[in-house]
């Protein structure tokens, strides 16, 4: 059974940074961080393929990096000038080749003004 384990979430205030972990058990194509936030639709965040192309939301690019090491099978999310909107349950996606889609448990995230 794939896994995938987030951490690093917490409260920070806001113009502060977070690092964000997801340690799979196995190697996936496309990696991917989605959040939740009350009231709303999970919403991608950003993406990234084993080869290195990433996606991000207009709401967070420039503000926030993607990046994944690939030896470790672990996905990382960078997070800099935190807004109070940014407050959700952030989640580890992965994409199989095969239209296989797994999620992991969820991390919370919370900024203060």
């Known amino acids: 059974q794939v896994q995938l384990v987030e951490s690093g979430g917490g409260l920070v205030q806001a113009g502060g940074s977070l690092r964000l972990s997801c340690a799979a058990s196995?190697?996936?194509?496309?990696m991917g961080w989605y959040r939740q936030a009350p009231g709303n639709k999970r919403e991608l965040v950003a993406s990234v393929t084993s080869g290195g192309t990433t996606r991000y939301a207009d709401f967070v690019k420039g503000r926030f990096t993607i990046s994944r090491d690939n030896a470790k099978k672990t996905l990382y999310l960078q997070m800099n000038s935190l807004k109070p909107e940014d407050t959700a349950i952030y989640y580890c996606?992965?994409?199989?080749?095969?239209?296989?889609?797994?999620w992991g448990q969820g991390t919370q995230v919370t900024v203060s003004s």
């Open positions: 996606n992965g994409k199989g080749n095969w239209g296989q889609e797994y």
């Open positions: 196995v190697s996936i194509n496309t």
